[in-house]
């Protein structure tokens, strides 16, 4: 509690301990117990009745009693903290406009390597836990660092209210156990959507940092795998820019907790859970084998089951269904 701005110095506060134990004091009584001169004791009790820390009883013998130190010194609290605020959001314009000019001026700033498996599964869970609003994320086939099952940090982004983004190159979806994994995290609240390729790995926080590796798949294999973590910049932007293309004209991957079918239509045509994620497969261009692969039924099952969907979109090939389908707004 001492200090010599605003709160108590030490011989103050040591008076204010010895004033708590007498329960009242004068000058004499507290020059007497702490061993110092009578005009010391004197100003030291007058200082404490000035803070609002002790008050004199009436009369002439000025007996001093002292006051909760909460109620005297919490607005000088108060106003030291938010002195300490104002310090801090200074300290944080300034660095950012440091930081700003240097990257100007030198690239080590803009663009950081970051070398080895660890060390890019470490940025990768970073920059997850530190992401406030949205994750954009390019997941192709045969993931450098982490696959979907061990991105336990998602599942934390999410409960917290961050957005998740995530493009899948369809081969990773025929990966065994990876769709299981994506339908996880879209029942969780992931926007899920696919494209047959995807041209880089790229994973975005906050349109503010991103983490692309640097090393083509066909090097893979040739020492340790690389990544650029690149901050606020225009090359951060064209690469926003390239998820949102590609956004544009991916095909959603949609697991619908609701059941419902489309305005004005019977109850008995509403879609299930199930014929919505087979329906979002057979749009991103997946097989009959390869849906029944991962639904786990027979090929038999899903051929049934489009026709089901044919039926009700009122078509008869499965070209109109991808059609109606989307005119609808079933996915």
């Given at each position: 509690?001492?200090?010599?701005?605003?709160?108590?110095?030490?011989?103050?506060?040591?008076?204010?301990?010895?004033?708590?134990?007498?329960?009242?004091?004068?000058?004499?009584?507290?020059?007497?117990?702490?061993?110092?001169?009578?005009?010391?004791?004197?100003?030291?009790?007058?200082?404490?009745?000035?803070?609002?820390?002790?008050?004199?009883?009436?009369?002439?013998?000025?007996?001093?009693?002292?006051?909760?130190?909460?109620?005297?010194?919490?607005?000088?609290?108060?106003?030291?903290?938010?002195?300490?605020?104002?310090?801090?959001?200074?300290?944080?314009?300034?660095?950012?406009?440091?930081?700003?000019?240097?990257?100007?001026?030198?690239?080590?700033?803009?663009?950081?390597?970051?070398?080895?498996?660890?060390?890019?599964?470490?940025?990768?869970?970073?920059?997850?836990?530190?992401?406030?609003?949205?994750?954009?994320?390019?997941?192709?086939?045969?993931?450098?660092?982490?696959?979907?099952?061990?991105?336990?940090?998602?599942?934390?982004?999410?409960?917290?209210?961050?957005?998740?983004r995530a493009i899948y190159e369809r081969a990773l979806l025929e990966t065994p156990g990876e769709l299981e994994s994506i339908a996880e995290s879209v029942r969780a609240g992931e926007d899920a959507r696919s494209l047959p390729r995807l041209p880089v790995r790229i994973a975005i926080a906050d349109r503010s940092t991103a983490i692309c590796p640097l090393v083509p798949d066909d090097e893979r294999d040739v020492g340790e795998p690389t990544a650029a973590l690149i901050r606020r910049s225009e090359l951060l932007d064209a690469l926003l820019a390239l998820f949102e293309s590609h956004w544009d004209r991916?095909?959603?991957?949609?697991?619908?907790?609701?059941?419902?079918?489309?305005?004005?239509?019977?109850?008995?045509?509403?879609?299930?859970?199930?014929?919505?994620?087979?329906?979002?497969?057979?749009?991103?261009?997946?097989?009959?084998?390869?849906?029944?692969?991962?639904?786990?039924?027979?090929?038999?099952?899903?051929?049934?089951?489009?026709?089901?969907?044919?039926?009700?979109?009122?078509?008869?090939?499965?070209?109109?269904?991808?059609?109606?389908?989307?005119?609808?707004?079933?996915?």
């Amino acid at each position: 509690m001492s200090d010599d701005n605003g709160l108590l110095r030490p011989p103050e506060e040591q008076a204010y301990r010895m004033l708590l134990r007498l329960s009242a004091a004068g000058p004499a009584d507290l020059a007497g117990q702490a061993g110092m001169p009578l005009e010391e004791a004197a100003g030291l009790l007058d200082g404490l009745r000035d803070k609002g820390l002790a008050v004199a009883r009436p009369g002439p013998e000025r007996i001093f009693e002292p006051l909760p130190p909460d109620v005297a010194l919490g607005n000088t609290l108060l106003r030291r903290q938010e002195s300490l605020e104002t310090a801090r959001q200074a300290v944080a314009a300034l660095t950012e406009e440091y930081r700003s000019s240097v990257r100007r001026r030198n690239a080590d700033h803009l663009v950081e390597v970051v070398v080895g498996t660890a060390a890019l599964r470490d940025r990768l869970r970073d920059l997850q836990e530190s992401a406030r609003v949205e994750i954009l994320w390019f997941c192709r086939a045969n993931p450098l660092a982490m696959s979907g099952a061990e991105n336990a940090e998602e599942s934390g982004a999410l409960a917290r209210g961050v957005r998740y983004r995530a493009i899948y190159e369809r081969a990773l979806l025929e990966t065994p156990g990876e769709l299981e994994s994506i339908a996880e995290s879209v029942r969780a609240g992931e926007d899920a959507r696919s494209l047959p390729r995807l041209p880089v790995r790229i994973a975005i926080a906050d349109r503010s940092t991103a983490i692309c590796p640097l090393v083509p798949d066909d090097e893979r294999d040739v020492g340790e795998p690389t990544a650029a973590l690149i901050r606020r910049s225009e090359l951060l932007d064209a690469l926003l820019a390239l998820f949102e293309s590609h956004w544009d004209r991916a095909t959603p991957i949609r697991w619908d907790a609701e059941r419902g079918g489309l305005a004005g239509a019977p109850p008995d045509d509403a879609l299930d859970d199930g014929e919505r994620f087979l329906l979002s497969l057979f749009v991103a261009g997946f097989p009959d084998k390869s849906i029944a692969s991962q639904l786990g039924v027979s090929r038999r099952t899903v051929q049934r089951r489009l026709e089901r969907l044919m039926a009700l979109a009122g078509v008869d090939t499965r070209t109109g269904l991808a059609f109606q389908a989307a005119r609808r707004g079933w996915l």
